[in-house]
């Protein structure tokens, strides 16, 4: 019954690798989202898409690659892993109206070495 | 650029007393402002929303009030319990009528018994 989840919930490797993190929603919302919190908890949006189609992207290195196969998964690829990439990775989604509540995941804690 | 304070990065308070969680915000006027909750190890889960043209929103426990003039909400948890103890965030929409959300950086706030 998990609204929002995402795979994997840890994920540590090394700086230099290549990491995909996965998200699957089953709410039938139409807007997805990345966010990244930090060390210090600050949340800050990283992308959204709105039935598949890029919305949002913020000035996020492009070393990081959302996709969306389909309106209820929302992936993120990260290229070139750096340890300042260290933080959690929420991801979210929302009915895609202006003013609506965003439900979010569980979070995904990336740790670079 | 758009800012947004919460200036108290942690309240202690007794339990059944009110708490007041303060935001703040600089260089911008949106159109709604949400409240968000955030355990630990857990993703942030929506509380309430106020639009510009409301000045006050209840949920049982929960007040939250929206000044446009002096751009600040203020969150009240009312006979507060130990349950309460949380981070709490608020969060504005950053652009007229969109879904993109901009986070403050949370109160964390402790319920004694």
């Known amino acids: 019954d998990t609204a929002v989840s995402q795979t994997p919930k840890y994920l540590v490797t090394q700086m230099g690798n290549d990491k995909s993190i996965k998200c699957e929603q089953n709410?039938?919302?139409?807007?997805m989202y990345w966010y990244k919190q930090d060390s210090k908890k600050f949340l800050k949006i990283m992308f959204s898409?709105?039935?598949?189609?890029?919305?949002i992207n913020e000035t996020v290195p492009n070393r990081f690659s959302p996709k969306s196969p389909d309106k209820a998964h929302l992936n993120l690829h990260i290229n070139s892993l750096e340890l300042g990439d260290s933080a959690v990775y929420f991801c979210?989604?929302?009915?895609?109206?202006?003013?609506?509540?965003?439900?979010f995941g569980p979070g995904t804690r990336l740790t670079v070495l | 650029s758009q800012k947004i304070e919460q200036n108290s990065e942690a309240l202690n308070i007794q339990e059944g007393k009110t708490a007041t969680l303060t935001c703040n915000y600089t260089n911008y006027s949106p159109a709604y402002l949400q409240w968000y909750r955030q355990d630990p190890g857990r993703g942030p889960v929506f509380l309430l929303l106020?639009?510009?043209?409301?000045k006050e929103k209840r949920k049982e426990r929960l007040k939250v009030t929206f000044d446009t003039t002096l751009k600040q909400s203020l969150f009240h948890i009312t006979a507060s319990q130990p349950a309460d103890s949380a981070t709490y965030l608020c969060a504005l929409e950053a652009g007229y009528n969109t879904d993109k959300l901009i986070f403050g950086t949370g109160t964390r706030l402790q319920v004694f018994p």
């Open positions: 106020i639009r510009e043209n409301e």
């Open positions: 979210a989604s929302s009915p895609g109206t202006s003013g609506d509540e965003q439900f």
């Open positions: 898409y709105n039935n598949k189609e890029l919305i």
């Open positions: 709410l039938g919302h139409d807007t």
